[in-house]
């Protein structure tokens, strides 16, 4: 036989993946985690193994034959859950889609099948690979099997042979059985002996070499105590014994020859996934390249544009673009879509002049795939594109943040709309995206028109019942066109300056590195994580907190808790914390100016985040550090595009708490901030029951602490960690606050209770946030959905202002005579360039604009300022 037999144990894969992977389910509600994890597995140990046989082995129910030995075997165990027990019919079909046997055998478990199996293989000296969780399978290991155990999830495994157990161990792989018959094992109710744990029974298996030898030599056992416990167990012992036995002459119907595997079709997989929802799967399917056999489509290829073709009644526009980068990237072609007919539209036509005249016309509807994304890319190609009064994209994202990946297909295919491929299909993934030939492209462009005025339909009904419309036309639409507007004009980047940074900066670091190794007393490396723990805690012998299985951590939770151990620890801090400052911002920075502009044009994500923050990428700018003063000083490096212009920084102040003593109507909350009071002060008073001039700095630090930790569903653990105190503080802190403003208690109470009932959560304009595991019987996954049910409607609502406001400011300058552009959005800033003369005159117009964006019961403050640079306006 060649290449390799593998065997699964397919209920401990299962159990692993469920309890290791979130609460996952498909577009019809069908939970999914455990098969996902499991089929990312699969797909690992095919492409590791490539194997010529394969068999996945399943329990076939509760009871086995070794309930006749012990009737509490396995007992005590708690149910499945049904969330799990509904995916054990969907890993069948993946597997029948894979094309690998899987296996159950009435009153016996996979381990017997399992066992069964390798003994025929050792038989035949076949290679074999056995991938399970439970240790109970390490006594099939032997000089052709290796058994592969999963720890820590599923992400990590530990590859067992029999030298490797004697290694890792100190047993032989003949002392596993009697290791488990004297530990027993609770998971499976097995007794074992009592008081005798793992490193007990290893002790007396290495001093006695197995169990009977224990019991024959039971005077030479050292301890009262626990001869005592193995003397009044000695019938439990080897009743464990027989029940962790693997039954290796099961009467299972298979050969080796029946497990023969010839590797899966694509196609097949590729459906199943799809079926499922595992998109980011399907990169990994290996295979021939080929298309669905969907219905023939009829489409024409354009040579000039006739605007005879055009319906009066919304025509469907799509761009598909050579990558994500839509300010350089070139566009592979167009399709237009309407009930006259379906067109490709090559490249070319971007320089018709009928074309550029349709693009422009404002009175001719375009229903469009993504807005923003389409009207930068024409701008860059000197066009500005009018008439779009649907965004597909944009409407799904609104509907649901969370139900789908955001691209075409998958929206497509969440509506039930399968008639169109993913592009990894088409085009391949990551270094093997390529572009096929024309006739295949053409055809998936068109198509993706096609189920784009199909959905058309269905998103403008579900915006409807969502009451939702507001949010989308009159914030979401309007502002995805000034958000075009920001990213194409950009903003300036003093090169000089930042090269000049770059160099100082890496001085810096060279002196640092220079300061550590004199302290360590030797050069070493100290990005090497095993280089520096020799370092720290051999060299230097500093308390060692945590180990990993390649040596000593040297983590940043590590090194902190060491400060005050040695100053080398401060240092290294140090060290690492500007060197990602070089690496990720100077120097990434650098690489994302634009070659023709000398600016920066970030992309702005209108469709990502579950509350509706804005983010942005390339460069990620709502993650330039702040905190050290190196991290400020690089916002010296944006700069007017004009010398005669300044550059207007505008913040909202405390705007979540703002929006939490609306949401929540605290009265103290609301007084507090309507009489202008120092909010954090005034929660100081409230939480340490002082008067204003007692409080202390550090009082007020953790009153802040508080504040902002409510506003983000803080913990008592993450509160902890937060201010380096005990969980019973942090909790007694938390039940303070809430005993001081009852206002916030309550709604809490009540937006779980809410969440609970209706699924979701909403904000002041209605954007929803869908919540699946409010209702989990898994503690964990439930807990963080009633967090998130309490913060997601502040930080929801405080995004709506921003960008509310955002509309507001450029609709205020539209009727100014004041040179201005917004140039960013941070967080909850906004910065702009402003001729130096017209500055205060925007301070004032930015004021007003946006602190009446909205009205709550408490007011909106911001503060403003300018200077040469970001850094200045600061």
Known sequence: MSKELVLIDGNSILYRSFFALPLLSNDQGVHTNAVFGFTRMLLKVLEDHDPSHILVAFDAGKTTFRHETYKEYKGGRQKTPPELSEQFPIVREILDAFGVKYYELDQYEADDIIGTVVKEADQNKQ??????????????ASDHTTVSLTRKGITEIDHFTTTTIEEKMGITKEQIIDLKALMGDKSDNIPGVSGVGEKTAIKLLKQFNSLENIYENIDDVSGKKLKENLMNNKDEAFMSRELVTINQNSPIELTLNDLLYEGYQSRELVTAFKSYGFQSLMGQVKGEEFKEDYEEIDYEVLDYFDS???????????????????????MIGFSLVNNKGHYFLPTGLINDDSFK????????????????QLQVAMKWRGIQIEGIEFDLQL?????????????????????????????????????????????????????KGLVGLKLYPLLMGELKTNEQQALYYDLEMPLSSVLADMEYTGVKLDLGRLNEMNKDLGERLNDIEAHIHQLAGEEFNINSPKQLGKVLFEDLELPVIKKTKTGYSTSADVLEKLQHEHEIVEEILNYRQLAKLQSTYLEGLLKVV???????????????????????IEPNLQNIPIRLEEGRRIR?????????????????????????????????????????????????????????????????????????????????????????????????????????????????????????RDGFIETIM????????????????????????????????????????????????????IEATMLLQVHDELIFEVKKQDAQKLQILIKEAMEQTIDLQVPLVVDSSYGDTWYDAK
Not at 308 to 330: K, P, Q, R, T
Not at 357 to 371: A, M, P, T, Y
Not at 669 to 696: C, P
Not at 786 to 791: K, L, V, Y
């Open 594 to 616: 634009h070659h023709d502009t000398d600016k920066i044009h970030t992309r702005f994500n209108q469709v990502l985040t579950q509350t509706g923050r804005l983010s942005s």
């Open 766 to 817: 209605k954007r929803r946030r869908y919540l699946p595991d409010i209702n989990s019987r898994n503690f964990n996954r439930r807990s963080f959905a009633e967090r998130t049910a309490m913060n997601s409607p502040i930080q929801g609502s405080a995004a709506d202002i921003i960008k509310q406001a955002m509309l507001d400011v450029v609709e205020q300058l539209k009727n100014q005579d």
């Open 395 to 447: 409407a799904a994202y609104i509907v649901n943040p969370q139900s789908h990946d955001g691209d075409m297909t998958s929206i497509a295919h969440s509506y039930g709309l399968t008639e169109v491929s993913y592009d990894e299909e088409i085009y391949g993934k990551g270094a093997k995206r390529q572009i096929p030939n024309e006739e295949t492209y053409q055809e998936h462009i068109v198509r």
């Open 636 to 756: 010296q490096a944006f700069v007017p595009s004009e010398s005669d212009s300044v550059i207007l920084a505008a913040d909202y102040s405390q705007i979540e708490l703002r929006v939490l003593a609306h949401i929540a109507q605290d009265e103290k909350l609301v007084e507090a901030f309507n009489n202008g009071k120092d909010i954090h002060s005034q929660t100081a008073m409230d939480v340490f029951n002082v008067k204003e001039d007692e409080i202390t700095d550090l009082m007020r630090r953790q009153a802040k602490a508080v504040n902002f930790g409510i506003v983000y569903g803080i913990s008592d653990y993450g509160l902890s960690q937060s201010l380096g105190i005990t969980r019973k503080e942090a909790e007694q802190f938390i039940n303070k606050y809430l005993e001081s403003y009852p206002g916030v208690k309550s709604y809490m109470d009540d937006i779980v209770t809410q969440a609970k």
């Open 357 to 372: 005249q349709w693009l422009r016309d404002q009175s001719s509807s375009k229903i469009v795939f993504n807005k923003k």
């Open 127 to 140: 290679s074999t690979t056995v991938y399970s969780g439970d240790k109970d399978l390490l006594q099939l």
């Open 308 to 330: 005879s073709i055009v319906d009066d009644n919304g025509n469907m526009l799509f761009v598909e673009m050579l990558d994500d980068n839509y300010h350089e990237a070139d």
